[in-house]
T-cell receptor
Framework: SAVISQKPSRDICQRGTSLTIQCQVD?????MFWYRQQPGQSLTLIAT?????????ESGFVIDKFPISRPNLTFSTLTVSNMSPEDSSIYLC??????????FGPGTRLLVL | DAKTTQPTSMDCAEGRAANLPCNHS???????VYWYRQIHSQGPQYIIH???NNETNEMASLIITEDRKSSTLILPHATLRDTAVYYC?????????????FGQGTTLQVKP
């Protein structure tokens, strides 16, 4: 199984600013994903982080708001841009081989004031 | 949209088996059934998955009906630490990108 870490674990930010969240996997994985979990809600998929190409976004999510990088098979970043209080959520990444079980990081808890 | 239906909440006595049902009546032949759980304030934890046959590991057993339209996750001896939200997810097999579509899950409360 893959072990996934995220930085930061939590942050408090001012509206209008941006935050970049890092996701590190302890082994090379084919697939990496980013999810958002709003307070009291289930997880919603934001995008697939593609290595060496632009991320694939789900309906309702756009690159200008959530730019994603994936420079190699073990690392990805998600930026939450021009934040508003509605962006207060837990952001989670997952990773795993193609066609196999995906494992999740511990999440980044973001509060926007 | 999620392709599964689960009860919103369930209770279980500590030490007893917890049986969590999931309906996935529109599942197709190459789709797997995955179970994850999320303990408060943590990332989802993988539990088990299966295609057709029943599966067992150190955490749980997964029973899939013959028509594959429903399944049951069994925690054989529930403890207080098993209190969590349990998610049943159907995910593509042969064209599996790995992305998971979460429903609302079942909140399992294990009571002393």
């Amino acid at each position: 199984s893959a072990v996934i870490s995220q930085k930061p674990s939590r942050d408090i930010c001012q509206r209008g600013t941006s935050l970049t969240i890092q996701c590190q996997v302890d082994s090379q994985v084919t697939m990496m994903f980013w999810y958002r979990q709003q307070p009291g809600q289930s997880l919603t998929l934001i995008a697939t982080a593609n290595q060496g190409s632009e991320a694939t976004y789900e309906s309702g999510f756009v690159i200008d708001k959530f730019p994603i990088s994936r420079p190699n098979l073990t690392f990805s970043t998600l930026t939450v841009s021009n934040m508003s209080p509605e962006d207060s959520s837990i952001y989670l990444c997952s990773g795993g081989p193609w066609g196999e079980t995906q494992y999740f990081g511990p999440g980044t808890r973001l509060l926007v004031l | 949209d999620a392709k599964t239906t689960q009860p919103t909440s369930m209770d279980c006595a500590e030490g007893r088996a917890a049986n969590l049902p999931c309906n996935h009546s529109t599942i197709s032949g190459n789709e797997y059934v995955y179970w994850y759980r999320q303990i408060h304030s943590q990332g989802p934890q993988y539990i088990i998955h299966g295609l057709k046959n029943n599966e067992t590991n150190e955490m749980a057993s997964l029973i899939i009906t013959e028509d594959r339209k429903s399944s049951t996750l069994i925690l054989p001896h529930a403890t207080l630490r098993d209190t969590a939200v349990y998610y049943c997810i159907v995910s593509h097999g042969s064209s599996n990108t790995g992305k998971l579509i979460f429903g609302q899950g079942t909140t399992l409360q294990v009571k002393p």
